[in-house]
């Protein structure tokens, strides 16, 4: 029995299994991503989703779904389903009798007397999409039909009918090729047996997605149908079904469904699940490795890299090569990291996860040195966004602009306006400065190190009396013009979890009771206090709803790793236990949401529903780094 697994009452209850995706990427940025059933349900969803360079860049949807049909004596029995205004049609997910997630993604129909199974797979490094279907059981003669629909779009579009469509196709050996619009790929279908392509190209037309619908979105498209492959099936027989951007051999197929499959790993544990979500946000590239943030619409970003990186990298095989790839790529787009006031400086801490791996201080001088010390004099001398103050600490503002983590946006607004010296900015510049310091004088470089030697004294005597609220017994979330803001809020744990902090253990302390009493949930450190009038305990409904929910009491569960970080600052090993204890819960999100992986966010109340995108990098990250933290204690 797999660990992932459903059975055909949980299957057939469709409020059950549409609100529970399944992810293949292919770890070059290309993904498959839908639901238990198979029914799409969010426009991101499609069975080849894939970059395009020549248009941007962006991911595409090629391929949206495929729909299965098997037919004896004349009738035929559609194994699809598609939401449509008011109805679902057809409605397959009545015959799935199993579906499991291993190595692979398979599910089981029966239909009378038939037994069907179906398993996927997305190749690795490749553009290439296998499904293998086999009848395990009939006793009449038996025909298999696929029709493919098809979108040709960017995955935060809709494609509508219209006449500019190239509904004419290419013949392939076992196959056929399409391209609906010019500057896109060409995709191939193919089959490993002979077929009958039946070309009857049409619309169908609003076909409907709920998610985006509940998302506050448009959520009504049509899809282009070109026709239907058509062949018989034996009891016993497997056909492999091939979309890819390039053509593939057809007698090659089942050997080379079979090979990956072989050398995919089990997803038998929880671990496993998690250390393979995280492979599956490490992707390479035009020859770099990055991070993508989150399945299935985020891309890449900075900061979300910096916090991600290590918890990934070590997640698997070849940790330190990824690690040292994924960092050469951030540090090559420099130019990136000043679109916020804290993502340059959590490079610094990123760094420092690398060396306690590597131990050669030397040589992370010699690769980063100049783009530390580049970044550090950018902060010192100011930008149009930060500048460091006569008292060492961090002044960060710019009119209009979200200049942390914390960015939502309503009607062109940050809808939490941090400004001015802001916690875990001052808090992580005062990490980086004491780094590097440290750095350059193991390195002999006197000349830096009589440049920036005051800054941690400055900070140190600066930090608690500008940020300490008595009234409150925590930090200050930020202090502008108008004094101290004291929203209770998760980002002064950042501050105590640092390898280098301007804070003593008794205040770190205090300020953990605190926000332990106030912001800890099962699932990652509420945003704001539900003492606070302006808490939202859901984050659900339209664009306006959720992005003023989404830092104003939402749960975040990348926040347990600064969180359980600060705990064992002060207990070490002793509270390695407990700790295994708050991570252990995450095992019950390997059934929901997102199969296999750990949500973006999840609502503020309970009982903290899952939200945002499925597979979030810096939620899986952020458990995996401390699971190996938990396990270094529990050596000492």
């Not at 062949?231 to 089942?254: N, W, Y």
């Not at 090979?259 to 671990?271: A, L, V």
């Not at 010192?380 to 602009?401: C, F, Q, R, S, Y």
Request: glycine residues 8%.
């Amino acid at each position: 029995m797999a660990y992932l697994q459903f059975n055909k009452h949980a299957l057939g209850n469709l409020e059950y299994s549409l609100n529970r995706e399944i992810l293949s990427t292919n770890r070059a940025g290309g993904y498959l991503n839908t639901t238990l059933t198979g029914c799409n349900t969010r426009k991101y969803h499609g069975l080849l989703v894939v970059p395009v360079d020549a248009l941007g860049g962006g991911s595409y949807v090629l391929l949206s779904s495929l729909d299965e049909t098997l037919i004896q004596h004349g009738q035929s029995f559609n194994l699809g389903i598609h939401r449509y205004p008011g109805i679902y049609d057809p409605r397959g997910h009545k015959y799935i009798i199993d579906f499991e997630m291993d190595r692979n993604i398979v599910l089981t129909y029966r239909i009378g007397g038939m037994i069907f199974r179906k398993e996927i797979v997305f190749l690795h490094n490749r553009e290439q999409l296998l499904i293998q279907y086999t009848l395990l059981d009939a006793h009449s003669p038996t025909s298999l039909r696929l029709k493919p629909f098809l979108a040709f779009r960017n995955i935060h579009d809709l494609t509508y009918a219209n006449l500019s469509a190239n509904i004419f196709h290419s013949k392939v050996e076992k196959g056929v090729e399409y391209c609906l619009y010019e500057g896109f790929p060409k995709l191939y279908m193919q089959l490993n047996v002979l077929n009958e392509f039946i070309s009857n190209p049409d619309w169908y037309r609003n076909i409907e997605y709920p998610q985006e619908k509940i998302r506050g979105y448009e959520h009504r498209e049509d899809l282009f149908v070109p026709g239907y492959f058509e062949c018989p099936i034996r009891k016993g027989q497997s056909i492999v079904f091939s979309a890819s951007l390039t053509p593939a051999d057809p007698s090659r197929l089942k050997d080379l469904f079979s090979k990956e499959i072989s050398k995919r790993p089990s997803r038998d544990s929880y671990r496993e699940c998690l250390k393979l979500s995280a492979s599956q946000f490490l992707i390479n590239r035009n020859g770099k490795t990055c991070v993508i943030a989150g399945y299935p619409w985020l891309g890449r970003n900075p900061r979300d890299t910096a916090i991600a990186l290590p918890g990934l990298a070590f997640s698997g095989d070849n940790g330190m090569k990824l690690f040292a790839s994924g960092l050469a790529t951030l540090a090559e787009e420099e130019d990136r990291l000043y679109g916020s006031a804290d993502a340059p400086l959590w490079f610094f801490w990123t760094l420092q996860q690398y060396l306690g791996q590597t131990g050669n201080k030397a040589d992370l001088w010699n690769t980063y040195g100049k783009i530390m010390k580049s970044i550090l004099f950018h902060y010192k001398k100011g930008t149009d966004m930060v500048k460091m103050h006569p008292n060492g600490l961090i002044w960060a503002e710019k009119a209009g602009v979200p200049v942390t983590w914390m960015d939502s946006m309503v009607d062109g607004k940050p809808v939490t306006p941090r400004t001015g010296y802001i916690v875990e900015v001052c808090a992580l510049w005062y990490n980086a400065v004491c780094f590097v310091l440290e750095l350059a004088k193991d390195q002999g470089d006197t000349g830096f190190v009589s440049e920036i030697e005051e800054i941690p004294g400055l900070v140190r005597e600066n930090f608690l009396p500008t940020f300490w609220c008595e009234s409150r017994s925590h930090l200050a979330d930020y202090i502008n013009q108008n004094g101290q803001n004291i929203y209770t809020r998760p980002n002064q744990i950042i501050a105590c979890s640092l390898p280098n902090t301007p804070l003593r253990d008794e205040t770190i302390n205090t300020i953990l009771e605190t926000c332990t009493r106030e912001l800890l949930t099962p699932r990652g450190l509420r945003t704001l206090s539900p003492m606070n009038p302006l808490f939202e305990g859901h984050c659900e409904g339209d664009p306006v709803k959720r992005n003023t929910a989404y830092h104003q009491g939402s749960v975040w569960p990348w926040l347990m790793g600064p969180y359980l970080e600060a705990q064992f600052r002060l207990h070490g090993k002793g509270f390695a236990a407990c700790a295994a204890d708050i991570l252990g819960v995450f095992e019950e999100d390997m059934t929901e949401h997102g199969i296999g992986s750990v949500a973006e966010l999840y609502d503020g109340n309970p009982p903290h529903r899952p939200h945002g995108c499925i597979s979030s990098a810096r939620s899986v990250a952020e458990i995996l780094r401390m699971m190996n933290l938990i396990e270094k204690y529990n050596k000492l």
